[in-house]
């Protein structure tokens, strides 16, 4: 199909929308720049040939804490809410009865285990981290999950500066314009010769495969379909590709999506604002003055140990030694006729540092590096009790709390849904046990933060069962107000326990009358033992002259019992 035939057109109309999306962000743009300059100035991409500049200037970070503390943060993220090492999500019911059935928990188990699978397979891991640092530095993520043969779902993080986006009247993200570059021969290998500009197919003709071409691509619902049809251009959502230097009216390719493919949260979101705001804009500020703090307590030791001197004019032609130790000459007897300090400057250390370590503090905490690393210390005791992480914990993790609601709903549950949709179009999950007909699937997530968070409403738990045990050692009846299997049920819950360890109420049923059933056949074993015991007994004793076994026998036999006779 060549370039200038397309049957439907509006390359134009993406072009304009992406005009107005990029006019909307330019503020935005601009703070993420002077964000990245004082943390990470690879983070923000300024336009759309910014590739490969390695040689981009750190020279505004002097003092590297807030480096570090988004580097901490986007490790404490990860580490914390999608840790590859240990299970994050796992699929649930909105019936709790029927979880507890045995082969429907061991198939969201299995599935469970096959959807992580598929996570370690592809780049989504390698995507989540770069989100995260995308989250602390700018307030805002995009990544764009694209269909693999070989690894079933795989991503494209689109770095800051180069996506914009639109939502609907509730703050959700609908549309993603981005603009980027590629080479000539990525243009002809991707989107074929013909579909592209005369431009790109004279460039290639001449060998000069490596030039850069800008590129539009737009996802965004599409308004005039048939949903009859379920080919690429009657799909919910478009996408489409042109080219940005061009002016014709058709796409190098244009799909579709039945499922918005992208995920771009916010770390924070003010009403009305399609962009988020991030913890690096908290601490911008202090991030400023810590460099300013740095830079002239540099100048000032420099002014201690190489102050600007003042000499005689007799000095002006003879040679001076400055290094320790050196001879200078000059005439004593004359006043001033000695190298001098032209001021002096009186530096208090101990002032200075300690007003740098307060800003390192705000930093660090704006920045939420002190939690991470305090999750860093404990995160594989899994000894420690809901009190401890009540008593530790619960004021910073209801700061973070918020935070973390908005990444499960904007980033990892549309990441799972979207995952597991594929899995279910690929013929990769098992075959659901009849109960799960026409059920719908829940998604949990059991990572260390969120297990965290819950792990503070067992304090109450562990509290009642502490009390409830001393009271029963006087008043043992009020055990029967506790209910030992629901408390197992909600505490393996509270912790995120695997599910396949808790057994399911049919199985614990068969369970407890099966040994009922054997204590019952233990106790009759052991009367029908002590009645033969007996018997045996009785069988040894002596009954041929008179004693008391004698008299027993006498009576059961219809005689009266002995008494007293005269010799």
Known sequence: MAYDSHPLGGAGKARKLYQQLDTERSPWLTHWVELADHMDPMLVRRDKSDRNQGE????????????????????????????????????????????????????????????????HRSNTYLMLHQIYGQLGLGGTGCSITMDSFERVVDHYTAPLGEF??????????????????????????????????????????????YA????????????????????????????????????????????????????????????????????????????????????????????QVNPPLQAPTSFEQSPRDMLPGGMNFGDMNTPNSRIQSIWDVPLRLSDLREDIYDVRGRINAGMFADVFRMFDNYGADTNMTATEVAERHEEKMLMLGPVLERLHGELLRPLVENTFARMVETGLTAPPPPELEGRELQVEFVSVLAQAQRAVGTNGIDRFIGSLGVVAQMKPDVLDKFDADQWAEMYSDSLGVDPKMIIGNERVGFIRQARAEREQQEQQMAAAAQQAETASKLGSIDTSGQNGATDVLNMFQGYNSPSAVDV
């Open 56 to 119: 981009r200037s750190r020279g505004k970070i002097i003092d590297n804490t807030g480096t570090l503390a988004l580097n901490t943060l986007q490790a404490g993220m990860m580490s914390g809410m999608t840790s590859p090492a240990r299970p994050w999500v796992r699929l649930m019911l909105p019936d709790p009865e029927l979880m507890e059935y045995e082969p429907v928990k061991e198939w969201l188990s299995g599935e469970t285990k096959r959807l992580l699978s598929i996570f």
């Open 212 to 303: 850069g071409i800008p590129v539009i691509h737009v996802i965004q619902p599409r308004r005039e379909r048939d949903a009859s049809k379920r080919d690429g251009r009657n799909k919910p959502f478009s996408s489409c590709y042109i080219e940005a230097g061009e002016t014709g009216e058709n796409y190098l390719r244009e799909g579709g999506y039945d499922d918005f493919p992208a995920l771009c949260p916010r770390w924070a979101r003010r009403s009305g604002d399609i962009y988020g705001t991030s913890p690096a804009m908290t601490v911008l500020g202090d991030c400023k003055q810590l460099q300013h703090e740095q830079l002239f307590k540099g100048r000032a030791i420099e002014y």
């Open 164 to 209: 914009c986006l639109a939502g609907d009247f509730n703050g959700r993200v609908t549309t993603v314009a981005r603009k980027f570059e590629k080479t000539v021969e990525q243009l002809v290998a991707e989107f074929g010769r013909e579909n592209c500009s005369q431009t790109v197919r004279s460039l290639y003709d001449a060998g000069n495969y």
